[in-house]
């Protein structure tokens, strides 16, 4: 089992930047992957960024350039920052567990309780 726990959000003015915080605690498997999803009102959870335990990242498309994804594995702390934030990027942004590094809902092992981000403009 493992828990997740993020931190880091609130509310943010746009241009601004973000750090997101997510530790993890519990039993970890070698192959596991760390992964931030975001959800916004009335949209289906995205992937955003995944990083495995050899550092190799992996951005969704969309992703690539504002979002920096990083971990500090001795302390078993992941991090999202997010540059140049905009009121698109409000949402509840989701840590979580996979095997393969794929940024998909469906092979996510487990989810962390979410931290809200608020952009205005």
């Known amino acids: 089992q493992v828990h997740l726990v993020e931190s880091g959000g609130g509310s943010v003015q746009a241009g601004g930047s973000l750090t997101l915080l997510c530790v993890a605690s519990?039993?970890?498997?070698?192959?596991?992957?760390m992964e931030w999803f975001r959800q916004a009102p009335g949209q289906e959870r995205e992937g955003v960024a995944a990083?495995?335990?050899?550092?190799?990242?992996t951005y969704t498309d969309s992703m690539a350039g504002r979002f920096t994804i990083s971990q500090a594995v001795a302390e078993n702390s992941l991090y999202l920052q997010v540059n140049n934030i905009t009121p698109e990027d409000t949402a509840i942004y989701y840590c979580?567990?996979?095997?393969?590094?794929?940024?998909?809902?469906?092979?996510?092992?487990?989810w962390g309780q979410g931290t809200q981000v608020t952009v205005s403009s």
């Open positions: 519990g039993a970890r498997n070698s192959r596991d992957c």
């Open positions: 979580a567990v996979d095997r393969g590094c794929q940024l998909d809902s469906d092979y996510v092992d487990y």
């Open positions: 990083i495995d335990r050899d550092g190799t990242t």
